[in-house]
């Protein structure tokens, strides 16, 4: 009786960690965020003022995540220069949807002082960057579901 109840339990924290349950939850401007979301971590290079991330508890990775960094050009032109995303030409309907509700900090000015840029591909269709035009600061965000 007693080797089957250490085996349930064995079976129980298998499944838990396997299902990504200890793994999984919404932080909120934590250090870990950045390495949550790309596996290692933060340059020195990169000042992040906000962030936002959310792991669900599901099997496969399904994530979404909010950041602000400080101007920075490298950061600037890997993105920009990258042809996986457009620049997105403004109009005062723009519409963008995000993956949930944006952070209170994400945007905080209307659209028409960003320039905005999306994804141009399937696996990058979800990303999106806005530069602020009088500080330079970056927004971006992106899910995975």
Known sequence: MKIRIIFIGF?????????GYLSSGIWEN????WSRAY???????????????WRSPHW???????????YNE?????YILDTTIIELPYSD?????????????FLPKPY???????????????????????SGNLFWTDFQI
């Open 112 to 134: 028409k002082f960003y320039n905005i840029w999306k994804g141009n591909r399937n696996e990058f269709d979800n990303f999106l960057l806005f530069m602020d035009k009088e």
């Open 11 to 19: 079976f129980i924290v298998a499944l838990i960690t396997s299902c």
């Open 74 to 78: 490298g950061v600037k032109n890997s």
């Open 30 to 33: 934590d250090d870990k965020n």
């Open 39 to 53: 596996g290692f971590p933060l340059p020195d290079s990169i000042k992040l003022i906000n962030s936002w991330y």
């Open 60 to 70: 496969t990775l399904e994530q979404a995540m909010f950041f602000e960094a400080k």
């Open 93 to 105: 309907t723009i519409k963008i949807s995000f993956f949930n509700d944006k952070p209170k900090w």
